[in-house]
């Protein structure tokens, strides 16, 4: 790790480069570890995590060396936005059984908050709602807050209506709704809140007749919830032209108090990527200055990087490139690359740089998404890459996205991958 900047500027080209080693995969592991551990509570909106995550960021960046890059509030760049939230108590019985938050059931996260004890279930069939005029039909025998509906046969009706599945709740009625699923459970963050209540209970759980259920769920909506991007940088050279490395540190967070989403792959996998790199440039400084951002947010809806675009840290036209990090636990089958269509001659770089040193067994190309931090950008007119890593267990937005179930295969292939890229920028 000793080679000077002229040396590292023509990296490229050369033969020798600068690897991850073994022991830069430990450290790599440890700050997953870090991110993804208990004290960080899933880094979403139950508890201090998501504001320990952010603290935790800022120093790591000041220990690198990096400098901030506002004028007034140093690393961190404050702003707010509304977030339903599940602290309380949380439990869930299906006549006598209670089952388990997180791996049985989810509550919809922009849920309100019900109760009731050994409530009868009413069952609603919803193969009943062929077209517009019976559901409105049907959604009559339903609408009562205190009352729990079991709704059978939602798949099929989201289908027939145009519903996405995650749309479900808000075109419900008024009451709390059982609608039971099978396999993964998939859960996310809202800023808003539904009329109801949803529950998504595995469908092995049911018993064979259910009569009655004991519900008990508290929400809290909080119209201004505080957040901070984390932003460093390493000067370079040219002062004014930019090239930045972001990855969002938020996660889900917790549903009541037994329900914990780390976040591992998502994305305390890619934060560790990018700390690894801020570390690494740090001390091999570029001809671009690199700014490093921890975004917030994102999975509230790309809320923080949609702040920052709006109030950037330096000129969004000053930015060469920017690189998005988001799901780097394992990249078994290599990479893909969102908006590489939109940006070939970059595309290329990365394809020619992976040909010469055999990093990964593959680079997807993908166009323009929606799926991380870098859209803004995008829409912004800066030249950006989303890339994250295929393989792994496909655990994602559950309770078992934790650091251990990450192999980190290739991930060493990935960070060599970006430090050729960034200098031949
Ligand atoms: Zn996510």
Request: hydrophobic residues 40%; charged residues 20%.
């Amino acid at each position: 790790m000793l080679l000077n900047r002229t040396f590292l500027f023509f990296s490229f080209l050369l033969i020798f480069q600068i690897h991850a080693n073994a022991q830069d995969m430990r450290w790599l592991k440890h700050q997953i570890g870090i991110l993804s551990g208990t004290t960080m509570d899933g880094r979403g909106y139950v508890g201090k995590g998501r504001e320990r995550a952010a603290m935790y960021i800022q120093r790591e960046f000041k220990e690198f060396g990096l400098q901030p890059v506002l004028p007034d509030s140093g690393y961190m760049q404050v702003y707010t936005f509304p977030v339903n939230s599940f602290p309380g108590e949380m439990s869930v019985s299906l006549n006598k059984k209670e089952i388990a938050a997180g791996t049985e059931y989810l509550v919809d996260a922009a849920s309100i908050g019900f109760d009731g004890d050994k409530t009868k279930v009413k069952k609603i069939n919803l193969d009943k709602a062929r077209t517009k005029e019976e559901w409105e039909k049907l959604k009559l025998e339903m609408g009562d807050l205190s009352k729990i509906y079991l709704l059978k046969n939602a798949d099929s009706f989201c289908r027939r209506m145009s519903i996405r599945s995650h749309q479900l709740s808000e075109n419900l009625p008024k009451g709390c709704f059982i609608v039971p699923v099978h396999g993964k459970m998939t859960w996310t963050v809202a800023t808003d809140t539904t009329s109801n209540t949803v529950l998504y209970v595995q469908d092995s759980v049911f018993p064979k007749r259910l009569k009655y259920a004991s519900i008990h769920i508290q929400n809290k909506f909080s119209p201004s919830v505080k957040n901070q991007n984390v932003i460093g940088m390493v000067p370079g050279t040219v002062k004014d032209s930019f090239i930045f490395i972001t990855a969002h540190y938020d996660h889900l967070g917790q549903m009541g108090h037994d329900a914990v989403f780390p976040g591992a792959s998502d994305n305390a996998s890619g934060s560790a990527m990018m700390l690894y790199l801020a570390r690494y440039f740090a001390s091999h400084p570029q001809r671009y200055t690199l700014v490093f951002v921890a975004f917030s947010g994102e999975e509230a809806g790309l809320l923080g990087s949609k702040y920052f675009t709006e109030h950037p840290a330096v000129p969004l036209s000053n930015i060469r490139f920017l690189v998005n990090l988001d799901i780097m636990g394992d990249a078994t089958d290599g990479v893909t690359v969102v908006n590489a269509t939109e940006f070939p001659r970059e595309f290329k770089l990365l394809e020619t740089i992976n040909q010469t040193k055999s990093n990964l067994p593959q680079i997807r190309s993908r166009g323009k998404a929606a799926n991380s931090d870098h859209y803004w950008f995008t829409e912004k007119g800066v030249p950006a890459f989303f890339i994250y890593s295929n393989g792994g267990k496909g655990y994602y937005h559950d309770v078992f996205d934790k650091a251990s179930e990450l192999s980190l295969t290739n991930i060493d292939g990935v960070i060599k991958l970006i430090q050729d890229f960034i200098p031949a920028l």
